[in-house]
């Protein structure tokens, strides 16, 4: 089991998710999302917190906080620690630029270690890593010990350069930086303040693009990054909000990374999600802190852009066949599914009936645990529950099941309706918000052709194995029941699946 945070002593802020009803004594949020009832006294301890107070070191408030820290309805504020027990590692292949560009943003700050991936020019690897007082791991071309490289690939691959540094390290902390990526002390010092807690094992920053020259391409990777998981905080893993980190930028307790065998050089692609979900499966804690920010450099070309994409489509299969459902294309209630199932069938009033249902059940739910404000509570727990699972649906569409929704649109003139609304309606609503050097047509069209190169990997790699991965364009249906686990003191909890996952609890 792992162990609870360590908050005590630590500030708080809450989750985006995050709704308070009766005065502060109900919680509902999180991810996945659930429902909390507090006593007077826990309210008013989450009220100081929430006004910036640190967590006190009791007994019964640490455990507070811990218990809402891992339903990530609260997050922790870190305070940036020394980087004196840290080693930046660094993979790379053909960039000096880049590595050079990288040692001279960290400024001598951290030992760094250099892993050549058989650079077609390892002594201009060579020469920038000893500008910046770097140490280098030269790892010629198809050379080493670790897997054959990966099809496409001269050298091994990031993976085994990770793994050729991490073994180089003798510091605690490990840090992961691509040549391609720019990081500085002070982004690894926040990350390095997650490490205080020992239940956390790795922490990544947010990865934003770097916009070297203006253009569409630029704008497109500086809103639709893959890389970019967003404004806000959350732990890290399968069943949560934040699914996986990139290893672009990655700050690893060394041991940790040692104990579940680094990173599987046999993955050309995916090998940072799948580091990710052993770490978690072990039972460590990974988190996702916005507060750090690291720069990476976007695909200089259209073509390479597309072959990017195409290339993480292709991982999914892989990803499925070892870590099942996790990898699925998409999660949904099954009070959900039929909801959206009669909307794109034509029968909207019957998906609003089921709706209507599922709210029904929830409050019925809440109203035997005696949860005060039960009816307007449940009716926002159902709409924002059917909300993300209907974004989820029409994504896995357009990526996943591509095949499937275009022969249905060819013979169904409501099929076509509903595969042409799940394309440009969530490309419409993220135009919206976004800046807007392009038309909504071009901005649809963007996200169109992003979505066909994922799916179109995809689909080649479960053609080209014997073993298909076909969890990769899976619906897991059983989500909210596995991952509906009991909070609070645990007695008699409700599990209330059809909202993803809530439960009722009592602290």
Known sequence: MAPEPAVAGRRLRPDASLRRRDRGRVLAGGSPTRIFRLTAAGADRVDGWLRGERVGRGRAESALAARLVD????????????????????????????????????????????????????AATAAAADRHGAAVVIRPAGGGSDADPPAGRRGRG?????????????????????????????ALAVLAGHLADPAVAAAAPRVRSRIDEPGLLAFYESVHSPLDLGAEPSPVGPDRRVRYVPAAALMVRTAAARAVGGFDAALGWGEDVD???????????????????????????????????????????????????????????????????????????????????????????????????WPRLAVELAFRSHLRAGTGLARALTRAWWPAAAAAAGLCPGARRAVVAAAVAPALAHWARSPKPAGPAVAVGLRMADDL?????????????????AGAIGLDLAWADRTGAAVGDGSDPTDAAHVGAATVGRS
């Open 71 to 122: 339903a990530a309805m609260l997050h922790p504020v870190v305070e940036p620690a020394p980087l004196d027990d840290v080693t930046v590692v660094v993979p790379v292949r053909d960039d000096p630029a880049g590595l050079e560009r990288l040692l001279a943003g960290l400024e001598r700050a951290v030992p760094v270690i250099v892993s050549d991936d058989g650079s077609a020019d390892p």
């Open 158 to 186: 990031p993976a085994a350069a990770r793994n050729a540094g991490l073994a180089e390290v003798t510091t605690g902390a490990v840090a992961f930086v691509d040549a391609d990526a720019t990081v500085t002390p002070a």
């Open 275 to 373: 580091f990710i979900w052993r770490l978690t499966a072990a039972g460590h804690t990974v988190r996702y802190d916005p507060a750090a920010v690291a720069w990476h450099r976007p695909r200089p070309s259209w073509s390479a852009w597309f072959e990017q994409r195409r290339r993480y489509g292709a991982s999914a299969p892989e990803l499925a066949r070892r870590h099942g459902r996790a990898a699925a294309a998409a999660r949904c209630p099954p009070w959900s599914l039929g909801v959206w199932g009669a909307a794109a069938c034509g029968h909207p009033l019957v998906g609003a009936a089921l709706a209507a249902c599922s709210a029904a059940a929830l409050a019925r739910r809440l109203r035997s645990r005696s949860v005060p404000g």
């Open 453 to 469: 190169a994922y799916g179109l990997g995809l689909w080649e790699a479960m053609l080209a194995r014997p073993r298909p991965g």
